[in-house]
């Protein structure tokens, strides 16, 4: 099994529909499997930067679209399935090419699932009317370990550690140690981690997110909004939406919206070259550039 990681615009999609060919090339098949949680969504397909058939290039894809919006799809809802498409595409003979963003769908897949039991929901609500900044407090006090791998801001991952600590009695950390369900030791994996130069990195977000509202990522988000979802879902959440739905709504322009827009996505490349840099194996290529990619799958190309 082939993947591809690395921060937003950093050219997986292209790199995968490549590698795709050139083992089509040597008579072999390849079906490229999302792992990215924006473009799991129906409802995303502009924001998201998901493949359009002119991309796919005639490359069989999956999980792209599949879950509608009002359905929050979960890492490990979303590692179920993955782990479904790769194993058919085993049975059939290809070789699954595992493309995307999200280090936490990455990490469910290969690592597993922590056993986590369910959630007391009186303490989950309790939490969910804190402030972020309280329920930061909160969790340095009873999670100092934790609190120290999250940002204070990210009130999700931030309530979902504390309200662990408090309805377990056990901290996250705890329970990640016994993850359960991984794929990583079954498999040959071939990775490759693309960490473009920053600059031109971040510019390309900002260019691509001007070109999205371009090709319509207000009427997209007009849509969603229509829907009437809950702001707590993660499509809702995703990069853009806020930034368009504001537009939409009156409370900035349009060039300001592109300028939100266009930083939010800047800001969460930085969060991903973080990860990527330093969360993967060690022993994981990371690449600059690519038009070496040959080299880094060689043996998968050689079988």
């Known amino acids: 099994m082939a993947l591809i990681a690395g921060p937003t615009a950093s050219g997986k999609s292209d790199l995968a529909v490549e590698l795709a060919h050139a083992l089509a090339e040597r008579g072999g098949r390849a079906v490229v499997v999302n ?32 879950w509608d919006g009002a359905l929050a799809c979960s890492a490990a809802e979303w590692a179920a399935a993955a782990r479904q498409e790769i194993a058919q595409a085993h049975q059939a003979g290809a070789v699954p090419i595992l493309v995307g963003g999200t280090g936490l769908y990455l990490r469910t897949l290969l690592d597993g699932i922590a056993p986590v039991p369910p959630i007391d929901q009186q303490v989950r609500e309790e939490i969910r009317a804190m402030s972020t900044p309280a329920a930061w407090e909160a969790l340095q006090r009873e999670d100092p370990e934790r609190s120290l791998a999250l940002n204070p801001g990210d009130r999700a991952r931030v309530a ?51 070109r999205m509202v371009e090709n319509g990522a207000a009427d997209e988000v007009a849509a969603l909004l229509a829907r009437g979802l809950s702001p ?14 504001g537009w939409l709504g009156g409370e900035w322009t349009r060039e300001e919206a592109i300028t939100r827009g266009g930083q939010a996505t800047r800001n969460y490349a930085k969060r991903q070259y973080t990860w990527f840099r330093n969360q993967p194996p060690a022993d994981w290529p990371r690449s600059l550039i690519t038009p070496r990619w040959h080299d880094h799958f060689a043996t998968l190309l050689q079988n």
């Not at 473009?39 to 999956?62: F, K």
């Not at 079954?186 to 390309?204: D, G, K, N, T």
């Not at 707590?232 to 739905?245: D, K, S």
């Open 160 to 210: 979902r550690a504390l309200e662990v600590v408090r309805s377990t009695g056990r901290s996250l950390g705890h329970w990640q140690q016994q993850s359960e369900g991984g794929i990583g030791t079954s498999v040959a994996l071939h990775p490759l981690v693309l960490l473009p130069e920053r600059e031109p990195l971040y510019a390309r977000c900002e260019a691509r997110f001007a």
């Open 232 to 245: 707590e879902l993660p499509v809702m959440r995703a990069i853009g939406v806020r930034e368009m739905a």
């Open 35 to 66: 792992a990215d949680s924006a473009q799991v969504y129906r409802d995303l397909a502009i924001l998201s930067a998901r493949p359009t058939p002119p991309d796919m290039r005639g490359v069989e894809h999956r999980l792209f679209g599949t």
